[in-house]
């Protein structure tokens, strides 16, 4: 078992920043890709972005590529999510996830741990 717990999510303005953390205990955090997902109200999940265990591949949605930057710090279990020059259509609530593989996938099945998520909203 892991748990997960996701921070820094809230309310900025259109063209600000963010960071999302996620604190991970448990089962072996830094053996295991991770990664972030989202969903916005009346939509489907979404894929963000995700890590290799060791942190040296990345890969992220076409939506938030360029903008999005995700890391982590296996000495703290910890992985982070820095959002610049949010949009409105960024708004939605951001869960931390972690694969059945130690590399990074876009396919949300590859990902069988959740956390509770944190809200971000963007103001236009």
């Known amino acids: 078992q892991v748990q997960l717990e996701e921070s820094g999510g809230g309310l900025v303005q259109a063209g600000g920043s963010l960071r999302l953390s996620c604190a991970a205990s448990?089962?072996?955090?830094?053996?295991?890709?991770t990664g972030w997902l989202r969903q916005a109200p009346g939509k489907g999940r979404e894929f963000v972005a995700a890590i290799s265990w060791s942190g040296s591949v990345t890969l992220y949605g076409d939506s938030v590529k360029g903008r999005f930057t995700i890391s982590r710090d296996n000495a703290k279990n910890t992985m982070y999510l820095q959002m610049n020059s949010l949009k409105p259509e960024d708004t939605a609530i951001y869960y931390c996830?972690?694969?059945?593989?130690?590399?990074?996938?876009?396919?949300?099945?590859?990902?069988?741990?959740w956390g509770q998520g944190t809200q971000v909203t963007v103001s236009s």
């Open positions: 448990g089962r072996t955090f830094s053996s295991y890709a």
């Open positions: 996830i972690v694969s059945k593989r130690i590399q990074p996938t876009t396919e949300l099945y590859d990902y069988n741990y």
